[in-house]
């Protein structure tokens, strides 16, 4: 049951977006897409063991693999200024059964803390727990379109395949 995917994306949980966009930009030279919101009512965490709302404000790199994500403190579960600034998780795209790898980490004895629901009850991203991988959270995210929007409201860029993203369209 190895994992052989690479690594996409490192989530880092920050106080002030848009300070931290400013600050690893001027440390790594990376462009960071405009903020943008992880916006659904189907999220489950530690915190809320129903289905209820996360808002969570991000912005990832342009340059990658891995990019990097960086997301504001947001509520009193996973993303919460509880846990801290710092890395939050390693986060693996377009994995093809997100269901299935969570049954078999479960198996392994790594648990569940977060999960985006479609309004069916799929999973559309979900996070092992912290304190079973030294701190730091896996993520699989499902490959479909993921409940993204701008900042200010508008609906997120498309992208190749036609979902939500936060890079607008280049041009030829």
Do not use: N
Request: some cysteine; aromatic content about 10%.
């Amino acid at each position: 049951m190895a994992l052989t995917e690479p690594i996409h994306h490192i989530g880092l949980l920050v106080a002030d977006l848009e300070e931290a966009i400013e600050r690893w930009s001027l440390a790594t030279g990376y462009r960071f897409s405009e903020v943008a919101r992880y916006q659904t009512d189907f999220y489950v965490d530690h915190s809320d063991a129903h289905p209820h709302h996360h808002d969570a404000r991000i912005s990832f790199s342009k340059e990658g693999p891995p990019f990097i994500e960086l997301m504001e403190f947001h509520g009193v579960g996973t993303h919460s200024a509880a846990q801290g600034e710092g890395i939050h998780h390693l986060g693996f795209m377009d994995h093809p059964d997100v269901e299935g790898k969570k049954r078999d980490l479960s198996a392994c004895g790594m648990g569940c803390d977060g999960m985006a629901l479609d309004e069916d009850g799929k999973i559309l991203l979900w996070f092992t727990k912290k304190e079973d991988l030294h701190g730091i959270r896996l993520e699989f995210v499902s490959p479909v379109p993921q409940p993204i929007v701008m900042d200010d409201g508008r609906p997120a860029y498309i992208d190749e395949r036609g979902f939500p993203g936060l890079w607008p369209p280049e041009r030829a």
